[in-house]
DNA sequence: GTGAAAGCGCTAACAT
DNA sequence: ATGTTAGCGCTTTCAC
């Protein structure tokens, strides 16, 4: 079997008797290329079924037109909408986008800078794995002048553009409800507050406290869980076993809240009378289940977009100095449902 | 601002007094380099913080070490579960991926291919759009010897390698379950059928009512919608309005399920009492609503993998002449939950 | 086991 | 408005 080479500039300037640099500027739209040789050219190119080739442009250019993103998983629906949000502002811009699984993995992480790295993209977005305990692998990024963002979350050490959301604020927010539902105790079931979201999110609830006066060490639980559904199924039976009193759960993510719901309703409690039940991050899901549940919408679309603009702006920016890092904070906002709202 | 150049192989070459060509073969641990060195070579590298240029060796070898994938929407979880299964096979072989979404649209479907040819990935794994009336756009990459394969949805008149599900079996298994619940009347609420899978789906409901005898004039209604949760609710709501009797829906996915399911109980029907409701797909919200919904369970990492694998073999097979193009399919299975059982 | 040299397909100075 | 030419960074054939 033969493989039949592909077509070139240098065969369209063969066909038409002119030079290949005429070819690549027509097929450019070079405003100095006559709108005859530009037709001519365009012609002879689909006639012969060229085929541009982006390898050799960008090797040659030593830009790709390509932006990396790197999150922990494709498949939670958060990032999937981020990367949604990404993917159209870079197709609007021009850019292709090189998506990576971290799998919360900080050795993953690592692999997948070095192959975005050898793929020469020209900016990398990422929202960094749970446990990153080093940062040198985003350093050689910066290191080799590869631009790369946080979105969503974040880490503290490395100053570089960050998009994130005002989680602390929004959960400050969610508490002050919650607090104001009648409860005597709530019971928090966190996610590893090592992780930038969490700690913030964390941070909010004491200072809900703080600000209703309320006494943390006689009023909150705190636990530190994997936050999805069996895990808080578990953890809400461990607590409700041992006789654990608490009548309210505020989960840091809508998974975390649907398993403790469930194991709730299953153990005789009803929702929101008994317990009232609070998550985060508004999944689809969250307001299916029965009762729907009070959440925080995040803007995970107008984050990938946001950061998928600031990326290609600072890429395309001339003059690189003039631009500082700097912090872009989205606005999160409350949806409260049946799950917390008490008939006082 | 200076813009520092990056280190390459004949920078390495030139501190250590070798050629370029050794410094290449040393770095691709090519036999023929003494092991003495390698070391020097390796050493060097790291030293001057060399990184590789993908870019330019692709130029060379004409290959990406990359694969494009277009699906419909990144943000539905069997595609981002089915993409994590590509992407994990992919990078075990050493290639990346590129994903782009045609958001069901052909012509947006048109554009990512040739995106891809472009950026000259290796192969092309496709679920294609909805509105799919041409096939140009895939004959395109197929006249260019860009390998192109479908996964999960697929078009018939293209004769390519497929991995899909044997969803016509698993809707007949599925239909003879609900026929079996001791109802009357089946309401469907299909997809576009133009699409194989709903097409499938639907033979798969006509053969279960052949196989049982039953007529489908006058115990089946059929009705195709947009398959998401609130199209799925105005359907039933209107069924309902107009005093269409039913007493079971499957809903060709689990979003329609669910809208159905809430739809119902809203106007007082019990699930299963009342009525008796299936989706499809085994979403992960279809286990925590209530009561749960019956469901098929399609393997969507496994469909990614095999994708994967077969695409990465083929482009690997030294002599394409062998290959012929092949049809894999994955076993689905029923999940029967709460929602579809009866105590008759 | 290592070197020399050509070239993948495109772009962009510079020249005319 | 078009042509000439060099080269992006790597691989690979052919020498020795």
Known sequence: MELK???????IAKALNINSSTVSRALNDNPRVSAKT?????????????????????????????????????????????????EEEAHKAGYNVIICQSKDSEQLEAKNINTLLSSRVDGILISPAIKTTTVQHIQKAMDRNVPIFFFDRYIDEINTTRVIT??????????????????????????????SIYENRVKGIYDA????????????????IKLDVDDAYTAINKWLDENVEFDAVFGMNDMAAIGSQKALQERGFRIPEDVIVAGFSNEPISKLVSPPITTVHQPAMEIGKLAAKKMINHIEEKDKSLLASETAVLESHLIIRTSSQRNK
């Open 5 to 11: 080479k592909s077509v070139t500039i240098h065969d």
């Open 38 to 86: 530009k037709k001519l050219v365009h012609d002879k190119a689909k006639e012969m079924h060229y085929q541009y080739n982006s390898l050799a442009s960008n090797l040659r250019t030593q830009k790709s037109n390509t932006i990396g993103i790197i999150v922990p998983h494709i498949t939670k629906h958060f990032f999937s909408t981020a990367i949604s949000g990404i």
């Open 166 to 195: 005002n989680d602390r604020a929004t959960s400050k927010e969610l508490t002050l409800h919650l607090l104001s539902q009648n409860i005597n105790k709530l019971a928090v079931l966190t996610g590893d507050t090592s992780v």
């Open 209 to 224: 406290f703080q600000q209703s006066g309320w006494n943390t060490e006689s009023r909150l639980i705190l636990q530190q």
